[in-house]
């Protein structure tokens, strides 16, 4: 069982910054993937970004060249860096880890970019 702790979403501005952070407990795996999945009122979850274990990484067009994933295996963390936030990035952010066999979730960080 890998337990997810997400902080970091709030209220900015658009054009404005946030950072997102997810730390991951209990049953960790060398073998993973983390990442960010997003969820808007009315619409379904999508993937934000995701990077592996090896250091491979993927984004939704809609967020690349403004958000940035990075992670720290030492410490089983992945980071979401969101830069030039746009309304439409509203919505509630959720960690994921995937292994092999399994995934986990987070309980979701609310994300809100308006003036």
């Known amino acids: 069982q890998v337990q997810l702790l997400e902080s970091g979403g709030g209220l900015v501005q658009p054009g404005g910054s946030l950072r997102l952070s997810c730390a991951a407990s209990g049953s960790i795996f060398s073998i993973n993937t983390m990442g960010w999945y997003r969820q808007a009122p009315g619409k379904q979850r999508e993937l934000v970004a995701t990077m592996t274990s090896a250091g491979s990484w993927d984004y939704a067009d809609s967020v690349r060249g403004r958000f940035t994933i990075s992670r720290d295996n030492a410490k089983n963390t992945v980071y979401l860096q969101m830069n030039s936030l746009k309304p439409e990035d509203t919505a509630v952010y959720y960690c994921?880890?995937?292994?092999?066999?399994?995934?986990?979730w987070g309980q979701g960080t609310q994300v809100t970019v308006s003036s």
């Open positions: 994921n880890y995937w292994y092999i066999g399994g995934n986990s």
